[in-house]
């Protein structure tokens, strides 16, 4: 479905990432750990790329100190593409990190199309 009016720049369409059981992103090294010891590092995406926790404030907490709906909402996170750079470009790579359960380009966000000026009803 194409937008109706399109949004204006710099509204960036994030890619939704749910990670693994068992895998964290570090977001101060840039890296993903796993059970067992396992580190992956992303590659291959544009410069200015940010990768940020969808719920911010679970993000770096132990586990083991949260509930497990707050454990299943730390495995979401979203990859923030620089302007100019589809996201849908990116999908196929992202789903094949091996911390990766799935990954979506977000929705494409509209403006509602203008409409016929409302009329004046004299009193």
């Known amino acids: 479905m194409q937008p109706a009016v399109p949004p204006p720049p710099g509204v960036l369409r994030p890619v939704t990432v749910t990670l693994k059981p068992g895998w964290a992103f570090d977001g101060k090294a840039r890296r993903f750990r796993g059970p067992k010891g396992a580190v992956f590092a992303p590659e291959g995406l544009p410069e200015g790329t940010r990768i940020e926790p969808t719920v911010p404030a679970l993000a770096g907490k132990a586990p083991e ?15 923030v593409l620089p302007a100019g750079h589809a996201p849908e470009a990116f999908v196929p790579a992202i789903r094949r990190w091996p911390c990766a359960a799935s990954a979506d380009a977000g929705p494409a966000v509209s403006l509602p199309a203008p409409g016929p000026k409302p009329t004046r009803r004299k009193p």
């Open 65 to 79: 100190s949260l509930s497990a709906p707050e454990r299943d909402l730390q495995r979401y996170l979203h990859v």
